[in-house]
Structure formats: C-alpha cells, structure tokens
C-alpha cells in the first residue's frame, strides 16, 4: 500500500524555476527521511537532496548547492523540491524515495521508490 508520487515536472528554459512534490499514499511520511535522486538514460540515479524525518538536517549535493531546496510539509504528507537557476545539466528523471537516514552517496540504501518526474532544461 505504500505509494509515493513526484509531481511538477516539465520543460523549462535555462534559469528558469520548478518546484517539485513527492506525495505519499496509505502511509505517514513523517517517520522517515527522504531523499531526491535524478537519473539519465543509461546512468545509476545520482542524490541530489535529502531531509531528515523531522526536517532538522538536509544534504545537499554541490552541484545544486545554493540554487534548490528541500522542505516537507508532514501536515500534507508531502516533500517538496524547490529548483531556481536551472541548467541543461539538471534535466533527468527526478525520484524521490524513502530511507531511515538523510543521506546521498548510495542509492540502494532508500527502501522505496516513486515513478518519478521528468525535468526538462532547454531553449
């Protein structure tokens, strides 16, 4: 019964701004950390954030340090990405995923996975 869904992905022109949802289904989101990968054709998912389940502590990875953030709202059991400065470079299939820690450098360590977000940068 667990389901978790990314919303707000699209195409957008380079410096432009997207924020992206992940919002869970049949469960509380609170008790669990969440993280945000990204994944191109043919390419493992790279972390881009993370927050913890209290919200306290979020990671970030240098290359979207300073242009996006992440928030959740355990009232509308929802995780939210705020991008601003996009690049072409970001433009990847956005997942995110549940964990028991805030943390980026492996994948496999997130239990459960949503269908993801397509996020197109480009002019």
Not at 18 to 28: D, G, Q, V, W, Y
Not at 29 to 42: E, K, T
Request: with cysteine.
């Amino acid at each position: 019964q667990l389901q978790l869904v990314e919303s707000g992905g699209g195409l957008v022109q380079p410096g432009g701004s997207l924020r992206l949802s992940c919002a869970a289904s049949e469960f509380t989101l609170q008790y669990y950390a969440i993280g945000w990968f990204r994944q191109v054709p043919g390419k493992e998912p790279q972390g881009v954030s993370c927050i913890s389940s209290s919200g306290g502590s979020t990671r970030y990875a240098d290359s979207v340090k300073g242009r996006f953030t992440i928030s959740r709202d355990n009232a509308k059991n929802t995780v939210y990405l705020q991008m601003r400065g996009l690049k072409p470079e970001d433009t990847a299939l956005y997942h995110c995923a549940v964990g028991e820690k805030c943390a980026l450098e492996f994948y496999t360590e997130y239990e459960h996975w949503g269908q993801g977000t397509q996020v197109t940068v480009s002019s």
